[in-house]
């Protein structure tokens, strides 16, 4: 058998001839594409507006631009992420604050939330972490209540549906939502990213933050002296998406409900299969959640088995199972150090005992079922 990854895209023949019509096309970039996959972004989430960038990091950096929040002002995000959550705050001069995760979900506590709270906090911005959705319905009220913003990072949960049915993306519970597309996401255009939202002056702002900060539009030029004229109104990047981009995440969109079915399938499997082990706890899926796992984690009781995760991980390699750590958390980075920090308790215990294991579309039934022997034999 060979190396099975912790994840990996899937790609088809019309994901290929999606991608090189562009190719024999007039643009491959600024054309057709790009506006095309947003329109069908926002028809699968249920947002008004939606804008592609670059990637997802991307996606989060202006969001949190586009608020014009001053330096010096605070915003709150969760420790087991990755750090682009909190880089993202960096980027705009805000100081990041960490809070704890609910020892069920792994999502953000809205209680630890609360505690983080003071006159200096302005935004938050949950992750849905593993496809989960946080709490949302608690985190909005919480920020309507302090008038804080609100952005969710969703880079895990494209297809994720909240309790009542909707799907995240649509920011009902939010101002902004951002995505990530890369490889080893939900779907994926390579690199790549998207900001859902229902505001029309965010959007605007979304766009002109996306190309440099120039624009054309009519509506917002000081004069318009021929068809050469552009304004440059803010000071904004290159964060684009490419035309083959598009048409990648176009075709791969088209296979979410395909792709969100066999990764529900993988992970009821694993539950099953491992409802009996005494030393290792499987995902737990709130309820009327619909998640479309990104990831299938679980937790490991080393002392019990007397291996340790490095020993563990090394073992399942030797297997051809590949494992990976989601995540460290980022308040132990030297980089995060330098700001005050909260203790995140569960957290770090979280972190102690967590092993993603492989979930992706393409996966093989023969694949989840050498998976679930190379985990069995790890206590025998
Ligand atoms: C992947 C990821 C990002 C960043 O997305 P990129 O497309 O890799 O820049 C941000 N937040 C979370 C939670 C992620 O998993």
Redesign the pocket.
């Known amino acids: 058998m060979k190396m099975i990854s912790y994840g990996r895209q899937s790609i088809t023949e019309e994901d290929i001839s999606a991608v090189t019509n562009v190719l024999k096309s007039d643009y491959l970039t600024q054309g057709p594409k790009v506006s095309e996959f947003e329109n069908a972004i926002c028809a699968q989430t249920g947002a008004k507006y939606c804008v592609a960038v670059a990637?997802?990091?991307?996606?989060?950096h202006i969001a949190v631009a586009v608020l014009n929040i001053d330096k010096g002002f605070e915003g709150i995000t969760t420790s087991i992420?990755?750090v682009?959550?909190a880089n993202c705050m960096r980027y705009n001069g805000l100081v990041p604050r960490f809070a704890d995760i609910n020892d069920k979900t792994y999502n953000i506590d809205p209680s630890s939330i609360s505690e983080r709270i003071n006159d200096k906090t302005r935004l938050l911005i949950p992750?849905h972490?593993a496809g989960q959705p946080a709490d949302m319905v608690t985190i909005s009220e919480l920020a309507q209540q302090k008038g804080l913003y609100v952005i969710e990072?969703a880079?895990?949960a494209i297809g994720s549906q909240y309790a009542d049915g909707s799907y995240v993306g649509n920011c009902k519970y939010s101002d902004m939502t951002?995505f990530?597309?890369?490889p080893?996401?939900t779907i994926t255009t390579g690199?790549?990213?998207a900001i859902t939202t229902n505001s029309k002056e965010l959007y605007g702002k979304l766009l002109l933050l996306r190309n440099h900060g120039i624009t054309k539009d009519e509506n917002i030029l000081t004069s318009n002296p021929g068809p050469w004229y552009y304004e440059m109104h803010e000071l904004g990047f290159n964060y684009r998406m490419a035309e083959m981009q598009a048409a990648l995440g176009i075709s791969q969109l088209s296979r979410l409900s395909e792709f969100k079915k066999r990764r529900r399938e993988i992970v009821s499997f694993y539950n099953a299969a491992f409802a009996a082990i005494q030393w290792l706890a499987t995902p737990w899926e709130a309820q009327d959640i619909s998640s479309c796992f990104?990831l299938y984690v679980v937790k490991i009781n080393f002392e019990e088995i007397k291996r340790s995760r490095k020993q563990v991980m090394e073992y399942l390699f030797s297997k051809n199972v590949g494992t990976q750590v989601h995540y460290i958390p980022v308040t132990s980075f030297p980089y995060y150090q330098k700001f005050k920090v909260d203790a995140c308790p569960q957290a770090d215990r979280y972190y102690e005992q967590c092993l993603s294991i492989p979930l992706f579309p393409a996966m093989t039934d023969a694949e989840m079922m050498h998976v679930v022997e190379a985990i069995n034999s790890l206590a025998l």
């Open positions: 990637n997802g990091t991307a996606a989060l992420t990755f682009a959550s992750v972490f990072d880079a895990h951002t990530s597309f890369h080893v996401k690199e790549g990213g990104h």
